[in-house]
Nanobody, 121 residues
């Protein structure tokens, strides 16, 4: 499975962005699609994840209530709707696929190329 992430940009604090992650190749109900982010000089961190059948979603505590992960199976795409953005949300956002849910980026083998999100105060 190859992944293509898009939708990043430069916004002001409080604004919204929607990131997209489109997969080429079939995703199965057992797959987990996750979003991670990496700020300069920091380790990549988990943001949100969803099982492809979307029965379960997972979020980093600091984004709960602000970010929503969803999918469009017809488009083979997972979205990350980000509202009420804060400067600390700044980073390169990556999508990844794994056969099991994990918050450790090292558990994921398939990665998109990343899309930059910059939030100014």
């Amino acid at each position: 499975v190859q992944l293509q992430a898009s939708g990043g940009g430069s916004v002001q604090s409080g604004d919204s962005l929607r990131l997209s992650c489109t997969a080429s190749g079939r995703l199965f109900s057992s797959h987990v699609v996750a979003w991670f982010r990496q700020a300069p000089e920091k380790e990549r961190e988990f943001v949100a994840a969803a099982r492809w059948n979307q029965q379960r979603t997972y979020y980093k505590d600091s984004v709960k209530g602000r970010f929503t992960i969803s999918r469009d199976s017809a488009k083979n795409t997972v979205y990350l709707q980000m509202n009420s953005l804060k400067p600390e949300d700044t980073g390169i956002y990556y999508c990844a696929v794994s056969s099991a849910y994990d918050t450790d980026y090292r558990a994921y083998r398939n990665w998109g190329q990343g899309t930059l999100v910059t939030v100014s105060s």
